[in-house]
């Protein structure tokens, strides 16, 4: 799912790009996409585009006479640009957005079609769809602090949760908590001020660091690539694949369609977290600590083994 550094750059190439222009047409493909019947679609064509603006995961384009196109691109939703004058890809699109400077083409990978289309009247239409979260960047202590405590959580929910935090979701949660070396099912309300002050900065830095990344990659031009994995990524996407920091294979917590991703050595003090599925198939053969793990690799030796001949060519060689 597009998070705040991807929205964020959604919206800025989209203010690059369409505001001041005119709204030609509004054309949707598929039936489940749009979830508003008031006002129309026939009712934003001719319209000017006023301003284009992130509301937590969703994007909301202002037009001329307080109407807001609002769009939640979900999972697997994403947004593509065809300027004025340039051949337009043979992808199949969901919705279609004329503009006079361009069209903007929303597609979703997979069967499932959950990316919405809303068209809503005014700041009280628009708050309709803003969660309440806390906007992270820039945000005083004590307004994380407030937020965190709001409901009690295990971190790794309290901080995808848009009523608590805006913008944040499964990639940049994972990201966030290695970078406070913090256990994703750390309970929301049993940190102490060092931990909370970790969590904050750790949460800011992560979400200014990713947003300038991604911009440097995508610089003028449209955010054609925006995936919750990336290999620079520490841990999210990243089982099996070694830590940054102590080199210790990452794990994961796989629940329905929604993976954690964890280092066990720098956030969880070395204890291998249950996954709901495989601990309860495996009951006392799941590992508990990574000791147990590692010596659960096909070719790790049982302690006190005897070195092979060709371990101990190894060793001598200079």
Aim: contains cysteine; proline residues 5%; positive net charge.
């Amino acid at each position: 799912m597009p998070e705040l550094p991807d929205v964020t750059l959604y919206v800025e190439a989209l203010s690059r790009r369409i505001l001041g222009s005119t709204l030609l047409g509004v054309r949707v493909e598929s039936v489940s996409l749009l979830r508003s019947v008031d006002p129309p679609l026939t009712e934003l064509a001719g319209r000017r585009v006023t301003e284009v603006r992130r509301i937590g995961k969703r994007i909301a384009i202002g037009l001329e006479g307080g109407l807001f196109l609002v769009l939640h691109l979900m999972i697997a939703g994403r947004l593509h640009w065809t300027g004025a004058g340039e051949k337009a890809r043979g992808r199949r699109a969901l919705a279609r957005l004329a503009f006079d400077t361009g069209e903007l083409s929303l597609t979703e990978a997979g069967t499932k079609r959950r990316a919405t289309l809303h068209v809503v009247r005014g700041e009280v239409g628009l708050a309709e769809h803003a969660r309440g979260g806390l906007e992270v960047i820039g945000s005083s202590a004590e307004a994380f602090r407030e937020a965190l405590r709001r409901e009690r959580h295990t971190l790794k929910r309290s901080l995808t949760d848009p009523r608590l935090f805006s913008g944040i979701g499964n990639a940049y949660s994972d990201e966030i908590l290695h970078r406070a070396r913090l256990s994703p099912v750390r309970m929301s309300d049993r940190l102490d001020e060092d931990e909370l002050a970790r969590l904050h900065a750790a949460a800011q830095a992560v979400l200014v660091e990713w947003t300038e990344r991604l911009r440097r990659e995508v610089g003028e031009g449209f955010p054609e690539h925006v995936t919750a994995f990336r290999p620079e990524m520490a841990v999210h996407g990243r089982h099996g694949h070694p830590c940054p920091v102590c080199h210790t294979a990452v794990q994961r917590i796989v629940h329905a369609e929604n993976e954690t991703n964890y280092c066990p050595r720098c956030q969880t003090e070395g204890r291998v977290l249950a996954d709901r599925a495989l601990s309860r198939l495996l009951h006392d053969d799941w590992p508990r600590t990574i000791e147990e793990l590692e010596a659960r690799r096909p070719d790790a030796k049982p302690a006190g083994a005897p070195a092979s001949e060709r371990d101990t060519r190894k060793r001598r060689r200079p």
